[in-house]
């Protein structure tokens, strides 16, 4: 089954993809100018890459997060199933792996490893 995972955040949407498996990759992030070009850019993903399960990061310390991450997730054309996954501390453990890049930028790399971890949670959730 192939899966995305999305890490929504206020600037960025980390996206991370499984194809076969349990391999995850780190995508390119999407730069959000507002929600609905964010959501129609993750809805072009998932067709282009013909998702068939889509993973959600939710934070279970924000409720104010959760609330955001919910209504953009209505916005989504979705004719998938989705799930949501905890994703506490993922973007802490993304910075932490690339702290050897020679020069850090906000490019979205710590978004797309951030929804890396949280697919990788939800693939091996025991």
């Not at 279970?60 to 959760?66: G, L, P, R, T």
């Not at 953009?72 to 996954?85: A, H, S, T």
């Not at 973007?91 to 929804?115: F, H, Q």
Request: glycine share 4%; hydrophobic share 45%.
């Amino acid at each position: 089954m192939k899966l995305a995972c999305i890490d929504i955040g206020l600037k960025r949407i980390g996206v991370a993809i499984c194809l076969s498996s349990d391999i995850v990759t780190p995508q390119s992030a999407i730069l959000r100018k507002n929600r609905n070009q964010a959501a129609n850019d993750v809805n072009a993903f998932l067709k282009e890459w013909e998702i068939e399960k889509l993973i959600v990061g939710l934070p279970s310390a924000s409720e104010d997060m959760q609330k955001r991450i919910n209504h953009f997730v209505k916005l989504l054309e979705l004719d998938i199933p989705f799930e949501f996954q905890e994703e506490n501390m993922s973007s802490i453990e993304a910075e932490d792996l690339i702290k050897g890049e020679i020069k850090y930028k906000r490019d979205g790399r710590v978004d797309s490893i951030a929804a890396k971890i949280i697919l990788e949670r939800y693939l091996f959730r025991s």
